[in-house]
């Protein structure tokens, strides 16, 4: 890596970013739940932070590449996302929740697409080293995930909302230390954003994703509620979603190995196998603990190589002035429309057809996914 990247202020974006994520996502259904909340009221809360990233991220991305002011957006929508998420103090209702947990997201959309934006534009060539810098996320999201798995052994739920704000008030200063980089520009006119996304392999490319981010769904929404009705403690559940993003760790700082044996699309395709072998072993097997630690491993591959190869397969299609609008489109349509849609319909499978057959579903859009890519996508020139 060169020797200007700033490597410290990004890794501390990414850290409390992903500690936030590990705080909110696997605990905050229990919360929800401990209001009385219905499971399809809770799918529904849930999936607005996947409604958010299918706007927000593309209107943010192409205001920061027409402006040229990437981390001026980055700051404000930490700033305004921390203001946002305190109005979870002064209410319970649904009807108040709802508009806390939609403001909250639709700010909280907007940073992580253009820093990854930046963060590749300082690697510039390098950009296989990327999961050298983005373990710091995952360490944050083990670190809050297990501590308060902890914590919620033995305060009330309720204490889950001042641990959350901290994490807030944490991405707002590291996002206050973010540095901007210059955006590599290809020589000659760069072809519209849509010309790029009607090519046959971009398009199959974001189908993909979309069915990824649709299978983890009931992951993120009822994972968490599924393991402490099954007997687990809380605690427990907490070093289950740990030892997913260890792993995810390790694939990080493997990647530039991989990347120079394997094409985005090897590893794609390892990664939606891997997923359909994932969420067979939790839909029929989450009593048997090796099985649910195994499954839990190849977290790995079903996020940290996936997401990888994913975030360079992009930013690789959208270059120049159409790398924050690339990242945008990725975070939009697999995290956005890709996870509503798999929050959502999980909240009604999970009453109807059982948490079992909804894990199906899971395997059944990763499986979907998989042969989009071995149809569609080639592999990159080496």
Do not use: N
Not at 322 to 343: D, E, I, N, W
Request: proline share 4%; glycine share 10%; net charge positive.
């Amino acid at each position: 890596m060169s020797g200007r990247l700033p490597y410290w202020p990004l890794a501390a974006f990414y850290f409390f970013y992903f500690a936030f994520v590990g705080a909110f996502s696997p605990y905050w259904g229990l919360y929800l739940r401990s209001l009385g909340y219905l499971a399809a009221e809770i799918g529904f809360l849930m999936s607005l932070l996947q409604v958010m990233r299918i706007l927000a991220p593309t209107a943010w991305g192409w205001l920061a590449d027409a402006t040229g002011r990437r981390v001026a957006v980055v700051r404000l929508a930490a700033v305004l996302g921390l203001v946002s998420y305190v109005g979870v103090f002064f209410g319970t209702s649904f009807a108040w929740m709802l508009a806390v947990m939609a403001s909250m997201s639709f700010f909280w959309s907007a940073s992580l697409p253009l820093v990854e934006a930046i963060t590749l534009s300082h690697l510039g060539s390098s950009a296989a080293r990327y999961g050298r810098i983005r373990w710091w996320g995952s360490l944050g999201f083990i670190l809050a995930v297990v501590g308060i798995g902890h914590l919620l052994d033995y305060v009330s739920i309720a204490w889950l909302l001042w641990g959350v704000l901290l994490l807030k008030l944490g991405v707002a200063v590291s996002a206050a230390r973010v540095p901007d980089a210059p955006v590599h520009r290809e020589p000659g006119e760069a072809p519209p954003v849509w010309q790029i996304v009607r090519r046959p392999e971009v398009a199959a490319l974001i189908a993909a994703c979309f069915l990824m981010a649709a299978a983890h769904g009931p992951y993120y929404v009822f994972f968490s509620i599924y393991l402490v009705d099954m007997g687990y403690t809380k605690s427990q559940v907490g070093w289950l979603w740990a030892l997913g993003v260890i792993c995810e760790i390790g694939v990080f700082f493997l990647m530039p190995r991989l990347a120079a044996r394997f094409s985005s699309r090897d590893i794609l395709l390892f990664s939606f196998g891997c997923a359909v072998v994932r969420f067979v072993l939790v839909a029929w097997f989450a009593r048997e603990v090796p099985l649910m630690l195994f499954a839990q491993t190849l977290h790995a591959a079903t996020f940290g190589s996936y997401h990888a190869a994913a975030v360079a397969a992009f930013h690789r299609f959208f270059q120049g002035r159409h790398q924050a609008k690339g990242q945008a489109l990725y975070t939009s349509v697999s995290f956005g429309a890709g996870g509503t849609l798999g929050s959502l319909l999980s909240g009604y499978a999970w009453e109807s057809v059982g948490p079992s057959f909804t894990f199906m579903l899971s395997a059944a859009a990763a499986l979907l996914g998989g042969l989009l890519v071995a149809w569609r996508l080639a592999p990159e020139p080496r």
